[in-house]
């Protein structure tokens, strides 16, 4: 099999990356040491940012009072795990850098968020406001998913601001393009999407948790049963046709479960908000699945 040497490959690099760092030998620590006694002293480098493979994304500059769930205070450098609401207060600002890809966003209070959820670049806004910034993190076909009660905002590389207040969403952008996926009842997003410079859309509703994660179900529903169709086409084009339906469904269901993620965040009562906390949690595990289904071999018997 082809896995096996690019496994090799990978465990190789994987061992590299953790080698301690081993001293040089005698001859070449006392070569150098002329050269280096002549030489002017040399001020060190400030430390890099160094972001772990198995952290969702870090907290790189904090300004202003920011708490996590259990009331810890949020500190710089704070390890995120993609499962952790942040609370900021007036005025407090969170820049969080993405592990994986350097992408940065910053938060800004008074306002409630989930950054890097499940370790993804996406991030859920209950309220308050998040900054991105253009040029970091930037790679082919890779997204940002900024989730809102009202909808969910995606771009590739932007400079935008997209403030979530109590009954509207307001999105200024200077610099890229946005595209939305829009909740039930939201208006006042571009059908053609947003671009820059000085693009401003305001999207206005009256944010429903339950109406979402109900909308969320039917959506991950459909997404489910798209992907079993899939699996039971014809190969060439009717299944070519199934995919691309699949990969609609499938970006509407992810979209209006993380927009009801967001709007569930608001509920103040504990016992609905768990209520529809454990409802969102089986729809979103359901459009991420696929169902049992017949696969049609070449001579078209189901196998």
Same mark, same amino acid.
């Given at each position: 099999?082809? !896995?096996? =040497? ?25 070569? +150098? ?6 030489? *002017? ?31 810890? @205070? ?9 499962? #952790?609401?942040? #609370?900021?207060?007036? *005025? ?17 209070? =008074? ?6 959820? $499940?370790?993804? *670049? ?28 009202? $909808?969910?905002? !995606?771009?590739?590389? @932007? ?30 997003? /571009? @059908?053609?999407?947003? &671009?820059?410079?000085? $693009?401003?859309?305001?999207? #206005? +509703? ?11 179900? #039917? ?5 489910? *049963? +798209? ?9 060439? /084009? ?12 499938? !970006? ?17 009562? =504990?016992?609905? !908000? ?14 991420? &699945?696929?169902?049992?289904? /017949?696969? /049609?071999? =070449?001579?078209? +018997?189901?196998?």
């Amino acid at each position: 099999m082809r !896995r096996a =040497p690019v496994l090799a490959a990978a465990l190789v690099a994987w061992a590299c990356d953790r080698e301690p760092n081993r001293p040089l030998p005698a001859e070449s620590t006392r070569a +150098s040491a002329p050269s280096a006694a002549l030489s *002017e002293p040399v001020p060190p480098a400030p430390a890099p940012v160094v972001l772990q493979r198995d952290v969702a994304c870090r907290a790189l500059r904090v300004r202003g009072e920011a708490r996590t769930e259990d009331g810890a @205070a949020l500190v710089e450098r704070a390890v995120l795990d993609g499962g #952790t609401w942040l #609370t900021l207060s007036n *005025e407090a600002r969170v820049v969080v850098v993405h592990a994986r890809s350097g992408r940065e966003v910053t938060l800004v209070g =008074p306002g409630r968020f989930l950054p890097c959820r $499940g370790g993804t *670049e996406q991030f859920l806004v209950a309220e308050g406001t998040l900054e991105g910034a253009a040029g970091t993190g930037v790679r082919p076909g890779a997204e940002v998913w900024i989730a809102t009660p009202f $909808g969910t905002l !995606r771009y590739g590389d @932007a400079a935008l601001t997209a403030e979530v207040q109590e009954k509207d969403l307001r999105v200024t952008i200077e610099r890229g393009a946005l595209a939305a996926e829009l909740a039930p009842g939201v208006q006042g997003f /571009p @059908a053609k999407g947003l &671009t820059g410079p000085n $693009g401003r859309a305001v999207l #206005t +509703s009256a944010p429903d948790a339950a109406g979402l994660v109900a909308a969320c179900e #039917t959506a991950a529903r459909e997404a489910h *049963e +798209s992907a079993a169709r899939v699996l039971a086409a014809r190969s060439g /084009p009717p299944r070519g046709s199934e995919a691309g339906k699949h990969l609609v469904l499938r !970006r509407r269901a992810r979209s209006l479960c993380a927009s009801a993620a967001a709007s569930v965040a608001r509920v103040a009562d =504990p016992a609905a !908000r768990s209520r529809l906390g454990d409802q969102l949690d089986r729809a979103d595990g359901l459009w991420q &699945t696929i169902a049992r289904a /017949p696969v /049609p071999d =070449p001579s078209g +018997s189901a196998r």
